[in-house]
T-cell receptor, first 111, second 114 residues
Framework: SQQGEEDPQALSIQEGENATMNCSYK?????LQWYRQNSGRGLVHLIL?????REKHSGRLRVTLDTSKKSSSLLITASRAADTASYFC???????????FGSGTKLNVKP | NAGVTQTPKFQVLKTGQSMTLQCAQD?????MSWYRQDPGMGLRLIHYSVGAGITDQGEVPNGYNVSRSTTEDFPLRLLSAAPSQTSVYFCASSLTSGSTDTQYFGPGTRLTVL
C-alpha cells in the first residue's frame, strides 16, 4: 500500500512548545499534503509541498520533504491549545487522481 | 458558499438494508471523492469522480456504488449494508484533479450498521 505512516501516533506538549510530526511513504509521489482534523469534524487542508520542493512555510507551519528518504515532517511552532487535533499526511502519485492518507498523529496541546 | 455538504449526519442501518449518502458542493469543482475513516486510521478512498459522468474506484470500493449526473452532486450508495461498513464517511471536492489541488471536506456522516 502507498499509505503513509505518521510518527508519533500521539504527542502531548505544553502551550508555547514546538510540535514535530513525521510522515513516511513508500513510492514516488507528485506531491504531499498535510491536513488537520478537529475531533468529530472533517479535514482541513494545511499545506501542499511538491516533489521538487524541499521546504515550505505557512504562518507557524513548516513542512520539509526528503524524497530520497521518502519522508516529510510538519513543524508547528509556538503551539496553542487550539492546535489540538489530529494531523494527517496525504500523498498523491503521478498520473493518478487518488490520495493516500496516513493514520495520523494526535496532538494534544496543554494550556 | 456552503462548501461541501453531507446528509445525513448520523444513520443507523440494519444488516442488508440499502441507503444513499448525499454529498453536494457549490464551488463548481470537477473532482469529488468519498472516503471512509475507521477508528484510529486514516482515510481510505472509496470512489472518486473527475467530472460529471466519470467515476472510478479507489482503494476500498466493494459494497459501494456511485454516480455523477451533475457537477454538484456525488451520492454514495450502500447496496446491502454490512457491519464492516460501520464508519465515518467523508465527501471531498477539489477544483480539478485531486492529486494537485487542495481538497475541501464535508463534515462527515457517521454510519452504524447493526
Amino acid at each position: 500500500s502507498q499509505q503513509g505512516e505518521e510518527d508519533p501516533q500521539a504527542l502531548s506538549i505544553q502551550e508555547g512548545e514546538n510540535a514535530t510530526m513525521n510522515c513516511s511513504y513508500k513510492t514516488s509521489i507528485n506531491n504531499l499534503q498535510w491536513y488537520r482534523q478537529n475531533s468529530g469534524r472533517g479535514l482541513v487542508h494545511l499545506i501542499l509541498i511538491r516533489s521538487n520542493e524541499r521546504e515550505k512555510h505557512s504562518g507557524r507551519l513548516r513542512v520539509t520533504l526528503d524524497t530520497s528518504k521518502k519522508s516529510s515532517s510538519l513543524l508547528i511552532t509556538a503551539s496553542r491549545a487550539a492546535d489540538t487535533a489530529s494531523y494527517f499526511c496525504a500523498t498523491a502519485l503521478y498520473n493518478f487522481n487518488k490520495f493516500y492518507f496516513g493514520s495520523g498523529t494526535k496532538l494534544n496541546v496543554k494550556p | 458558499n456552503a462548501g461541501v455538504t453531507q446528509t445525513p449526519k448520523f444513520q443507523v442501518l440494519k444488516t442488508g438494508q440499502s441507503m444513499t449518502l448525499q454529498c453536494a458542493q457549490d464551488m463548481n469543482h470537477e473532482y469529488m471523492s468519498w472516503y471512509r475513516q475507521d477508528p484510529g486510521m486514516g482515510l481510505r478512498l472509496i470512489h472518486y469522480s473527475v467530472g460529471a459522468g466519470i467515476t472510478d474506484q479507489g482503494e476500498v470500493p466493494n459494497g459501494y456504488n456511485v454516480s455523477r449526473s451533475t457537477t454538484e452532486d456525488f451520492p454514495l450508495r450502500l447496496l446491502s449494508a454490512a457491519p464492516s461498513q460501520t464508519s465515518v464517511y467523508f465527501c471531498a471536492s477539489s477544483l480539478t484533479s485531486g492529486s494537485t489541488d487542495t481538497q475541501y471536506f464535508g463534515p462527515g456522516t457517521r454510519l452504524t450498521v447493526l
